[in-house]
């Protein structure tokens, strides 16, 4: 029997995750079943199962890409030196997330695929599984974007005596409520949420105090 390559299992693989993919954001993770999944990618369950052992699997991978992408997407937007201000930062993080080549990639518009993202979120609520998951992909995330923050009080653009985690952790959140903002009702795009940091950025907190 001739032995299957890595780059076919790998495709395979590929397949069924955008094909589950694709029915969680249609129809969401409840009311999608695995023989909805098995018909969508037109496999057997025997070679589906040969990679995921049942849909809860399946979510736990979808939902593990989806941080990463995060994570990548953030981690190539902060290789300038110095760092882009935040405006820029999270700017390009979400036109990374949701810009034209990932749509190509996912196979899922933009706004399905901020709804996959928020549905997986949601889903953590109820699986120790997922929480689990996403709580270590999530504090990756926070020490990286804490680090960054360092790079900036180091260069001089950050002069408020605010701890790097907590400056962190609102970043991380203004990113996670643009996709959220963005899965409920798609009506803006990145530009509108770079055009509001740098609104923010530009107050006088003298004046203001």
Sequence with gaps: MARVSQEHLDARRRQILDGAARC?????FHATSMQDVLKEVGLSAGAVYRYFSGKEDLIAAIAGEAVGRVRQAFERAAQDSPPPTPDVLIGRVVRTLFGDEAEKQQGLDRRAYAGLIV???SETLRSER????????????RVSWAEL???YRVN???VADVPDEHIARTLIATAQGFITQFALFGDAGPEFLERGLRGLMSMDLQKAS
Aim: glycine residues 20%; proline residues 0%; without cysteine.
């Design 130 to 141: 997922l929480a689990a998951t996403l709580g270590q992909a999530y504090e990756g995330l």
């Design 24 to 28: 969680f954001a249609r129809d969401g």
């Design 149 to 151: 923050v360092g790079l």
């Design 119 to 121: 549905q997986v979120w």
């Design 156 to 158: 001089g653009v950050l």
